[in-house]
């Protein structure tokens, strides 16, 4: 039986050997969001960058510049954070140079996976499609919020624990965690989360209507892909 595992922080993943595994990167609030809407709405490829500076240096190279630090778009940048800007006509084949807090560090800490996938609530379905297919086990990591745990990667994690729980074994105790938190969350996500850090830091922001969206359940049918350091879908 193939395993699944869950990386809590990307801080954590010294601790899991990824050579022989698909990684799934998360980070629901907001960035894999926004990538998984992209691609939905026919952009043409995301270059990740954990580097800030990297990032704005390929706006010479004319691709669009995105992303964010501390919730709030970068000075400079074509868009920000919200998947809301990644639905408009515009991003019809684009190329797309996107930097975050959370979500492309952990992209970067995961490329040396035998593959990396994106998920979000957006594509649930068909991230746990692939993976039922897929001959690797599999490890989940949270991007969590400047290396420390948060719920709502976390209840991601156990959504997908859930929707495999018959083909894929719990590798350690941190897949059983994360299924059962989503089980208690999962009739009212939004209000389970209403307490949680990153939620409060969004409101501060006054994004609630991002919150909402990014906990819409396989609204698209995209799974991007890492293949040499670049998203396709």
Known sequence: MKTIDVCLSPELMHLYPVHDKTVVVVDVLRATSCMVTAFA????SITPFANLDACREMKLKGYITSGERDGKKVEGFDKGNSPFEYMSDD?????IAFTTTNGTMAIEKSKGAKEVIIGSFLNLNAVAKYLLFNENNVLVVCAGWKGRVNLEDTLFAGALVEKL???LGPDCDAPLAARHLYNIAKSDMSKFLSESSHVKRLNKLNIHEDFEFCLSIDKYNKLP???NGVLVS
Request: net charge positive.
């Open 41 to 44: 709405h026919g952009a043409e």
């Open 165 to 167: 729980k018959d083909y």
């Open 225 to 227: 892909r890492l293949k």
């Open 91 to 95: 991003i019809q084949g684009l190329k």
